[in-house]
């Protein structure tokens, strides 16, 4: 039987319901407050506590890394789709490139951390940049690269065999047959440049950030800011991934 | 309209399945009159799209060793410029532009040719005449483009994704009529529109062909058809790697002659589909 909007909706939050009634039930247990599960364990209540402190006294951490996400995602995203469409179109330059990119997207960007500590001024935003850059870039040129690769031969041909200016090709089939790649993709890079950038705040400790404040709880055993932080962190990808996906029905129409 | 002329033609080209291996097709003599509609058949695997590609100048990978292709008496070279051909692919569906809506898609072609929007517009609107509508409206309500709302009473234009896959080969095959080529190659132009639409459109398309003195060439495995809608018939046989052994002119064909024939071919191809 085919279910409503509201039996839809209901049924994907069902999930977390039943999430937040286990924690509920494990935060009222004698269990929670042992010695050993306190070092791990958040209670409810005081994470609750903890997300209200956040937003209202150390928002500035959130807009931080909030910020070296999207400004490091835009980049990655321009960057990408730029040379994703050039090595794309050029055959010679798609088989003379493939490798080396494959090469280069096999490499983890946490193993060029180790390089990085070595480096002076590491703290600095644009480092926080280059590491997305290098772990992301190579994913969204290839999927760029690949989308314009497999975009139907047969309305190419249409066009070709009339002698069709390029631009007109790119404007009107290519850049269409690869939008639904784009945001597919785009979405990969967001999750990509979260972790990288909580990763590399942790690691590098500038002054805000997210990253940062996790290590300082962690070590402060505030256990239930860790968790606060944590349920801020999915919410942001929730946001933003629901985001990419308006945009995606609203311009990917056809799929 | 224009004229397309082979001569002692070789070309070999790689197949689709195999990249390694090449297969080569060969043509004795081949001639298309002006205004001309001209039947290909022949049994799968034999060279009639492969064929059409070529004459359409749109396979990328065609190797000739020998002979070439004439359009207008002049033959074919890359430099110079060949009458306006359009193909009408088989696989419709990869032709079609999901993106754009029907009233773009059957002007998408004529965009690519840089014609102004006026002249757009005026050619849509003298297809529309000379295809036996008042406007372009009543062409795309008649063939069911149309979404009408009975208890609303009002209609809608269909998204591209509503349409069925007869009705995206109607839009394919009026986009390539309403650009007014000179020579047009289909390939089993008709095989997805059912038959109650069928015998409407396929007569008022070659009703418009024939008007226009379009140069028309077109592929079908339906004998019957392909013999009642062209002035000649190619038959392709791939006994002799794809030679064209042999063209009928068939005005005045009776329905007994068609039998007749079918059968003929039928027990000289050793053909179980016919």
């Known amino acids: 039987m085919k279910k409503t909007f509201i039996e839809h909706f209901l049924l994907k939050l069902s999930g977390i319901f039943t999430m937040l009634f286990i924690w509920i039930v494990l935060s009222f247990t004698k269990w929670a407050d042992e010695g050993p599960t306190r070092m791990w364990f958040a209670k409810i209540d005081e994470v609750g506590t ?21 400004i490091a995602s835009i980049i990655v995203l321009l960057l990408g789709v730029i040379f994703g469409l050039a090595i794309g179109f050029f055959e010679n330059l798609y088989r003379s490139l493939k490798w080396p990119i494959d090469f280069w997207r096999s490499i983890p960007p946490i193993i060029v951390i180790s390089v990085l500590l070595n480096l002076d001024g590491r703290d600095e935003l644009f480092w926080r940049i280059w590491l997305v850059m290098f772990g992301a870039l190579p994913i969204m040129i290839m999927q760029i690269a690949d989308a314009v690769n497999n975009s139907s031969k047969k309305r190419m041909l249409i066009f070709e065999a009339l002698k069709t200016k390029k631009m007109f090709i790119i404007n009107n089939i290519i850049i269409y047959e690869i939008l639904a790649s784009l ?10 440049a979260i972790i990288i950038i909580i990763v590399s705040e942790m690691v590098f400790s500038p002054q805000h950030g997210i990253g940062e404040q996790i290590l300082h709880f962690q070590t ?25 996906r308006l945009f995606e029905k609203k311009y990917v129409y056809w799929q | 309209m224009s004229s397309i002329k082979i001569k002692n033609l070789v070309f070999s080209y790689k197949t689709q399945n195999n990249k390694n291996s090449t297969k080569n097709i060969v043509i004795d003599e081949f001639f298309v009159k002006n205004g001309e509609i001209v039947g290909f058949f022949g049994p799968n695997y034999v060279g009639k799209t492969t064929l059409l590609k070529y004459i359409s100048q749109i396979h990328k990978d065609f190797k000739v060793s020998n002979g070439s292709i004439f359009y207008d008496n002049r033959a074919y070279d890359k430099q110079n410029n060949i009458p306006l051909i359009l193909y009408i692919p088989q696989n419709y569906s990869s032709s079609i532009f999901p993106w754009f809506s029907i009233k773009s898609n059957l002007r998408i072609i004529m965009k690519s040719l ?14 529309c005449s000379d295809f036996g509508y008042s406007s372009e409206e009543a062409l795309l309500k008649d063939y069911g483009f149309y979404q009408t709302d009975k208890l609303k009473q009002t209609s809608r234009i269909k998204n591209i994704n509503e349409l069925s896959g007869g009705q995206k ?16 190659t289909m390939d089993e132009p008709f095989s997805a529109i059912d038959i109650f639409k069928g015998i409407k459109f396929r007569k008022n398309v070659f009703d418009y062909l024939r008007k226009k003195k379009i140069t028309t060439i077109i592929v079908s495995h339906e004998l019957k058809e392909i013999i009642e809608l062209s002035d000649k018939l190619v038959i392709l046989n791939y006994d002799n790697v794809g030679r064209i052994i042999k063209g009928i002119e068939n005005s005045n064909v009776s329905e007994n002659e068609i039998e007749t024939f079918a059968i003929k071919i039928k027990e000289r191809y050793n053909l179980n589909y016919v």
Do not use: C, W
């Open chain 1, 183 to 192: 945001f597919s993709t785009t979405r990969t890079i967001l999750s990509f």
């Open chain 1, 220 to 244: 402060a055993s505030e256990i239930q800011y860790v968790y606060a932080y944590a349920i801020i962190l999915g919410l942001i990808g929730l946001l933003l991934n629901g985001i990419i």
């Open chain 1, 50 to 70: 903890a997300i209200v402190d956040i937003f209202a006294t150390k928002i500035i951490h959130i807009l931080s890394s909030f910020e070296d996400i999207f």
């Open chain 2, 114 to 127: 840089d014609f102004s929007k006026e002249l757009i517009e005026e050619n849509v609107k003298e297809f």
């Open chain 2, 169 to 184: 080969q109607i839009l394919t095959v009026l986009r390539t009529l309403m650009t007014s080529p000179n020579i047009i």
